[in-house]
């Protein structure tokens, strides 16, 4: 006679009772039943639901259960086979209709379902031919749905008492969900050092201009470890981190409803967490993350390939102006143009952004991030903890029992945030080269290695975009051995700034500003510049100087 196949089905509902007996009970007696009715146990597919609910068939839809359910479906599972359980609760504590739909599609499947609590064992047949048997099982089922029916109740209850006794300031430091860079001790909520450490770090990151791919990429390579315990950081849980207000020590009620659905209850209760940053470096946080919205659209590489984004405008059909390789050569095009062919006219990429940073240079502006602020501060903070440090070990050496225990441990705390001011020093010391002023790290860029040119050119981006609205590029000339351009910078001071630039081939590109505010400066007054600047370039009079009159005719001086 063959030996018929004996399919064990495991499930219990929380993590908590995985430390418990559920597991090691439910495989043991499965074991036994198949061994005394000689029944071969299957180890093919996968049978054990731990951790999940059956009340809303969580099992039976997202389960391996669902899966044996699927495999009853595609014939895998022979006729005559047996699915043994330790009640009909492992399988489902959904209403009673659900429940039994899913009791009938396996029995209709040709399974006898065995239930080792009560002893009994169902098929299509004894259902059929006994009704006390189906009684008894929607009995059964019904007991079960009611009792997490009214587990359901009784939690949720217990939820909204704890919501409303947080939200009154009564209780503090519930126990449950908390931020992961947070540790309950003793019943009070405090800052994990390390984790706190490597968040704040992050956070200056962004602020500094970084982003959150470059981020990635920065502390993966350091192997910072990660708040979830996976191996590697990912841009979504760096933009989770960056919209979390449990950073400023917020706290936000939630219901969840039986479907899962996330849903605010009131206002955020403030101070209830010990917050990790400031709401000034929060202010700060939210305004450089929304900087970098609209602006660099997609993914920007480690290079940094294009400092200016969607900064960039054609001043004669005002569509962006986006990078084009030709050839070997990058040069910027109105996206009108480029898509329709009409007015099609291309200005070097390396010559504007060169001419720009000059620029740049020339009006003084210091680093727009803090970053040699924030490294005088690291340094600070450095100094005062290996000092410290030095201090407790003198101290050990004449300490004994509780109080050396004590010592010992505020040692190890000391040296991991010595360890983070470490690595933080030597990174902002890579980024800034050690220079003061944003110009002297335009000037020495391309002596920079490259990891250390990608970090400048992303302090660069950044620092345009905290000083630009908008640039209007007017770019004139339709052949390669000419091209001129006139640019309008308009800041958010509120003024306009602007520069010229021919280039003709062969000779290096000429540049010099307008500063005439006096003069009315439209479309017509630029393509006067640009017209001369081209007829100008070809025997190169600029080379000294020259100056505008009134209409954009440009005069050599």
């Known amino acids: 006679m063959k030996q018929l196949t004996a399919y064990s089905y495991i499930r219990f509902s929380s993590k908590a009772q995985a430390k418990g007996d559920s597991l090691r009970r439910q495989v043991e007696r499965a074991a036994e039943y198949c061994e005394k009715h000689n029944l071969k146990l299957d180890d093919t597919i996968t049978l054990q639901d731990l951790a999940t609910s059956a009340y809303q068939s969580k099992n039976a839809t997202e389960g391996n259960l669902g899966l044996f359910l699927l495999a009853l479906s595609e014939g895998l ?112 909520f405090v800052l994990n050092p390390v984790r706190a450490a490597s968040i704040k770090r992050i956070v200056q990151m962004a602020i500094d201009g970084m982003g959150i791919d470059s981020i990635c990429r920065t502390i993966n390579a350091e192997h910072v470890p990660t708040l979830g315990g996976g191996k590697k950081w990912g841009a979504s849980s760096i933009q989770h981190l960056f919209n979390a207000r449990t950073l400023i020590g917020e706290y936000q009620p939630m219901t969840v409803s039986v479907t899962g659905e996330r849903t605010t209850v009131g206002e955020p209760v403030l ?213 001129a351009a006139v640019a309008q910078v308009v800041l958010k001071d509120g003024l306009d700034r602007h520069f010229c630039i021919s280039t003709f081939k062969g000779r290096e590109p000429q540049v010099f500003s307008l500063g005439m505010n006096h003069m009315k400066l439209d479309r017509a007054f630029f393509k006067g510049v640009g017209d001369s600047l081209l007829a100008s370039a070809r025997d190169g009079t600029f080379a000294k100087g020259c100056g505008i009159l009134p209409g954009g005719k440009v005069v050599s001086m």
């Open 77 to 188: 599972v022979e006729r005559g086979s047996v699915l043994v359980v330790e009640s009909l609760d492992r399988l489902s504590r959904a209403q009673v209709m659900t429940a039994l739909r899913l009791l009938s599609s396996i029995l209709e499947a040709g399974v006898k379902v065995v239930t080792l609590a009560d002893g009994y064992e169902y098929t299509f047949e004894s259902v059929n031919r006994n009704p006390f048997d189906l009684m008894y099982s929607i009995m059964v089922m019904s007991r079960s749905h009611d009792e997490s029916l009214s587990k359901s109740i009784r939690v949720r209850a217990a939820k909204v008492k704890r919501r409303e006794r947080i939200i009154s300031g009564e209780l503090k430091s519930a126990p449950g969900y908390r931020p992961r860079w947070i540790d309950r001790v003793k019943g009070v």
């Open 271 to 483: 101070n209830y967490y010990p917050a990790l940053i400031t709401r000034d470096t929060w202010d700060k946080l939210q305004a450089a993350v929304n900087s970098r919205r609209g602006l660099y659209k997609g993914r920007q590489g480690e290079t940094v390939a294009n400092l200016f984004g969607d900064l960039l405008h054609s001043g004669q059909d005002g569509s962006r102006m986006w990078l084009e390789h030709h050839r070997d050569k990058r040069k910027l095009v109105s996206e009108h143009a480029s898509r329709t062919g009409e007015g099609w006219c291309a200005f070097p990429y390396e010559v504007f952004e060169t001419v720009f940073l000059s620029w740049l240079r020339n009006q003084k502006i210091k680093g727009s991030d803090n970053s040699t602020d924030r490294l005088s501060l690291l340094r600070a903070q450095l100094t005062d903890v290996t000092s410290k440090l030095a201090k407790l070990k003198a101290k050990t050496m004449a300490a004994d029992g509780e109080s050396f225990d004590t010592l010992v441990e505020m040692m190890t705390e000391l040296e991991g945030k010595r360890k983070i001011y470490t690595k933080e020093v030597d990174l902002l010391s890579r980024q800034t080269g050690g220079k003061k002023d944003l110009g002297e790290l335009i000037d020495t860029m391309g002596s920079m290695s490259a990891d250390e040119r990608a970090n400048v050119r992303q302090r660069l981006r950044l620092t345009i975009a905290k000083l630009v609205t908008k640039i209007d590029l007017y770019v004139y000339g339709n052949n390669n051995a000419s091209r």
